[in-house]
């Protein structure tokens, strides 16, 4: 079955492709992906959270050709000790306490200098400059500026890595915040602006924004796939339906289709800032390569979907349908036109919420 799906069948809408071979074949051969495409959740997890098995630390793997060794292309306890240094300073409280305000202020300033035209295109002016944040914050030019205390400097005094290893992994961390971290917000401004109930239900329980950043996250995880490459011949699928995986094959695991599995979410493919279970996920990874930035990104999605609501009471979206995500690993919107009444502000401002 994997050999009647073709590149653009999981470049624009994948669910209809992804629903089938769920539902058909879970473990599947796609000869235009050149790899098996997993898509039952219980199976994807299964995958990324048994490196022995399923590894990144292949020679074949693009991060590791481009940037050299990494926490992102290494297994075991190598990897531990690439990663180890920058678990702190991207702990929750870490990056509210040395960030917070500084993102918060980022993105007002932002929406402001936006809001007087009454309308923009908002993945380029908004999304992406609030994603590029991050090159500020750990570029080795920073270190000695104004501002926080840049994230390098930090990590550089206590990490036990080489000055070669550690560029390897700010670049990693560069390369793997900025571009998924603009598609995370556009993806959610997207959905908020092409569900106008929902939108209003945020702006009357902003409580809810953090579940609503999540269930995007469920409905587009900026990383739709993640590769991994089996290290020996195995057996691998649903029991009594496995199929035989050779050594060496690449092993695509489809974060989008674990986050639309029906036997996990009810309605999977409908956008509700009030599901219960929209926080389990994938969008982030499980297990030895789960993100490391996962509150510093959310922190910025929230601080820019905060400034929209605060600043633009009135926006719309111009045209969802063409604003829809797509591609086949990053899925972004390619445009997302939006506009406003110009000059007006929110009654019930609230710069810090
Ligand atoms: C501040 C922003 C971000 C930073 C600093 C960051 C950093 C990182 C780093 C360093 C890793 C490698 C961890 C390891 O291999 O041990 C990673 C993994 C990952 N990140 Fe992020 N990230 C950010 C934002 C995001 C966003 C917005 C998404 C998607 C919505 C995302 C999705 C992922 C995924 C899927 C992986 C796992 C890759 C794999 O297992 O092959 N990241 N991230």
New binding site residues.
Partial sequence: MGGAIDRADLEGDPHPALDALRRAEPVSWIPAIDGWLITDRDLVIAA?RDPATFT?DDPRFSTGLVVGP???SLEGSR?RR??RP?VPP?RPAAVQAAQGDEIRGHARRLVEGLRPAGRAELRTELAGPL?RR?ERT?RPSTAGSSGPRPLLGAIADSADLTHDELCS?VA???F???E??E??TANALFHLLSHPDQLAALRRDRSLLGNAIDES?RLE???AV???YATADVRFGRPGAEQSIRRGDLVRLS?TAANHDPSTYVDPHRFDIRRPNAAGHL???Q????????H??KL??AAGLQAVLDLLPGITADDPALARPTGLIFRKPDRLDATWPAGAVAATSCPDG
């Fill in positions: 990324m990144v990494s926490m992102l990897q690439h990663r920058f991207f994603g991050i750990v992994n990693v961390l560069m793997g915040a900025v998924t971290s598609a995370m996250l995880p900026a990383a993640v590769d991994r974060l969008a982030f990874v297990g030895p390569h789960a993100c490391i930035g996962i510093m990104a910025e999605t």
